[in-house]
Nanobody, 127 residues
């Protein structure tokens, strides 16, 4: 079993930056990828981006492409989300999630294909 814990959320002004972390514990993560999702009040959960654990390939939603960057430290079982030029519409609870097997590309925006989820961390962007 893998436990995922997010950290780094907070309140930031529009145009600012934040870096979120997602640490995996319980056992060394040997799945195929990890991703970030977010959910704003009253809205559906939204795919943000994903990284393949071996090759480091990344895929992003159009809404964050060019502003957000996902990276990982495999040795530390940790994934990061660097968020730049934040906008009020980025306000949400951000969740990290992990895919055990299969295709990271085809599963990237399918929440049912993620096997583990963290509890989430709040990001609030003020205008």
């Amino acid at each position: 079993q893998v436990q995922l814990v997010e950290s780094g959320g907070g309140v930031v002004q529009a145009g600012g930056s934040l870096r979120l972390s997602c640490s995996a514990s319980g056992r060394t993560f040997d799945g195929v990828g990890m991703g970030w999702w977010r959910q704003a009040p009253g809205k559906d959960r939204e795919f943000v981006g994903v990284i393949s654990w071996i090759g480091g390939n990344t895929y992003y939603s159009d809404s964050v492409k060019g502003r957000f960057t996902i990276s990982r430290d495999s040795a530390a079982n940790t994934m990061f989300l660097r968020m730049n030029n934040l906008k009020p519409e980025d306000t949400a609870v951000y969740y990290c999630a992990a895919i055990n097997s299969g295709s990271v590309y085809f599963s990237r925006n399918v929440p049912e294909d993620y096997d583990y989820w963290g509890q989430g961390t709040q990001v609030t962007v003020s205008s």
